[in-house]
């Protein structure tokens, strides 16, 4: 059985005659029929009752009828969106960014999709790393830059860059002298706003600092890198965060940033993409989207790029 044999199928049964099906598909009568003898033979079913008329379905035929519409249709689109790649990229596509890579990446990520895919949709979807795995995961998202490679089987992941974290902290009542390069180790007594437990790089923080035998006090956790902002620039607490997703806030003279040394500590930035789906371009094309976007960025960032 394959989709032409259906499709002829579909048409005999909509018009109620061999004949008039034949004409439409353009198709001798006789080799018409004969298809349709050998797809009763593979289902090993009658699907036609013929009439004097021209011919009834059976219940396996009204039953093969109303199965046979819905992977039609889903053929026909899938044939149009794939037929649009034969001159450009075209279709749609979400992915997914943390809200401190987005800050820098968005402008990066608009441009080259307006050059290079300018008959791509492009949805942009904002969460935590721990969300975004999710989202990838069910379905929702086509491709994620995520702070670890998903285990994921029917994830394809790769690794292109390394984002230094720093201290960040408020202005008027500075944690640190200006400049100074400041271990891990340093933040303990110290009251800080993470992420919850949760996400990634609330997780990294807390590995290190098992680690480095350090206990953290966390006095405030929160999932939203605005309200986090909010409360270190207030001097209430300190944070943890790459000094590019706070560059604007640094720039104004509002927070200051304290590179972490002694180690020195940086998370990844992975690309992972979903399996693809029919109206989505594919897996390679967004990777190298993404992968060109984090190049032309890395240098305003300080992301260490990871050579191919």
């Known amino acids: 059985m394959d989709l032409r044999q259906l499709r002829h199928f579909r048409q005999i049964a909509l018009l ?31 699907l036609f009752h ?16 109303a199965e046979s519409a819905d992977l039609l249709d889903r053929a026909d689109r899938l044939g149009r ?21 987005g800050r820098m990446l968005v402008l990066p990520l608009a441009m080259r ?48 860059a390394y984002e230094p974290l720093s201290i960040i902290g408020g202005t008027g009542d500075p944690a640190f002298p200006p400049g100074e390069e400041v271990p891990l180790a340093a933040l303990a ?26 206990s953290l006090d966390m006095l405030f956790e929160i999932d939203s890198l605005d309200a986090t902002i909010a409360l270190v620039r207030q001097g209430m607490a300190l944070t943890i965060l790459p000094e590019s997703g706070v560059r604007a806030e640094l720039d104004a003279g509002e927070l200051l940033a304290w590179r972490i040394g002694a180690p020195n500590f940086e998370r990844p930035l992975v690309i992972a993409t979903a399996p693809q ?25 300080g992301w260490r790029l990871i050579e191919r």
């Open 50 to 65: 013929r009439t004097g008329r021209g011919v009834l379905l059976t219940a396996a035929g009204n039953a093969l009828l």
């Open 113 to 160: 999709v307006q050059q290079d895919f300018p008959d791509l949709r492009l949805r942009i979807a904002e969460g935590f790393s721990g969300t975004l795995l999710e989202w990838l995961q069910g379905g929702r998202l086509d491709a994620a830059i995520l702070y670890h490679a998903p285990s994921h089987r029917a994830l394809h992941s790769e690794l292109v």
């Open 189 to 214: 007594g110290r009251p800080l706003v993470l992420s919850t437990p949760s996400h990634g790089l609330r997780q990294m923080v807390d590995r290190h600092a098992a680690a480095l035998g350090v």
């Open 277 to 301: 789906r029919p109206d989505a371009i594919g897996a390679r094309e967004l990777g190298a989207l993404l992968r060109g976007s984090i190049l032309s960025a890395s240098a305003a960032c």
């Open 16 to 46: 109620g005659s061999f004949s008039a099906a034949s004409g439409a598909l353009r198709i001798a009568q006789p080799a018409l029929s004969r298809q349709m003898q050998m797809l009763e033979r593979e289902l090993g079913v009658k």
């Open 81 to 101: 969106t794939i037929r649009v790649f034969g001159d450009r990229l075209a279709g749609e596509a979400t992915i997914g960014l943390s809200p401190t890579i």
